[in-house]
């Protein structure tokens, strides 16, 4: 792909997403930057960027958007939300939350997008998971149960657009303590927790916010994703951050 080719990023709001944007935009491409509610600020003035709001568990708020992007060579799908917390106690909607933002948003951008990739036989998707997929944590199952049903829903896609020449591809991001992770994880939690358990999640917390260990950097998964998009050689699986790239090669 070349310099003039576009891509439109899910959740550019903060984190992995607006790194992302960055990288593509220092890179010469035109980038369609999109967010719940749209900042302009957030990413430096360019005649290639555009910044659009998507809301990616709303079905005509992924058509407008679409819509209004037009051409689009590749997609990434990094818009997620996380959430850290035992399984018993939690409000179900909270666990569909996370499933309809992490699993069913991925899917539903990639089938609105795909049409034209497909007719054009040309396009790369970008699905951004983590790499607790092949590291389980404690008080993550919701969290990693949908980040794996994308890993699932990724490899088989691959093999059915092959024959269209469009590339699918997983990066996987390690532990992020300064990213908007643990905010997400709290404000879906709740006030839910079984008392049994609030030794134990606060051991984790700690854990995760731990900057002492090796972790990854926004950067590292806009790298990662750039390889993903530009490199046709780039494997399925790709590791972005120290952490991640530790666990893949364990």
Not at 43 to 70: F, K, M, Y
Not at 95 to 111: D, H, K, P
Not at 199 to 216: C, E, G, K
Request: with cysteine.
């Amino acid at each position: 792909m070349s310099i003039n080719s576009t891509v439109l990023i899910t959740g550019c709001s903060s984190g992995f997403g607006l790194e992302t944007a960055r990288l593509f935009l220092d890179r010469g491409w035109r980038v369609v930057a999109t967010m719940r509610t749209p900042d302009e600020t957030l990413l430096p003035p360019s005649e290639r960027l555009r910044v659009l709001p998507l809301n990616v568990t709303d079905a005509d708020s992924i058509q407008r958007c679409v819509g209004a992007a037009g051409s689009i060579d590749a997609l990434v799908n990094n818009a997620g939300v996380g959430l850290l917390a035992p399984l018993e106690g939690l409000a179900l909607a909270n666990a569909r939350e996370v499933f309809e933002t992490n699993t069913l948003g991925t899917i539903a951008m990639t089938q609105a997008v795909l049409p034209q990739m497909r007719q054009r036989r040309a396009g790369v998707v970008v699905n951004v998971t983590s790499s607790v997929t092949l590291k389980p944590l404690p008080l993550l199952s919701i969290y990693t149960g949908s980040k794996a049903a994308v890993n699932a829903f990724t490899e088989s896609l691959a093999l059915e657009l092959a024959p269209f020449d469009v590339r699918v591809r997983l990066v996987l991001p390690g532990r992020a303590p300064t990213t908007s992770f643990g905010d997400n994880a709290r404000r879906l939690m709740g006030d839910s927790v079984p008392e049994a358990y609030a030794d134990f999640r606060q051991r984790v917390f700690d854990a995760v916010r731990d900057t002492t260990t090796p972790v990854t950097h926004a950067q590292d998964v806009a790298v990662a994703v750039w390889r993903a998009v530009t490199d046709s050689r780039a494997p399925m699986r790709i590791p972005a951050g120290a952490d991640a790239i530790s666990v893949a090669a364990a």
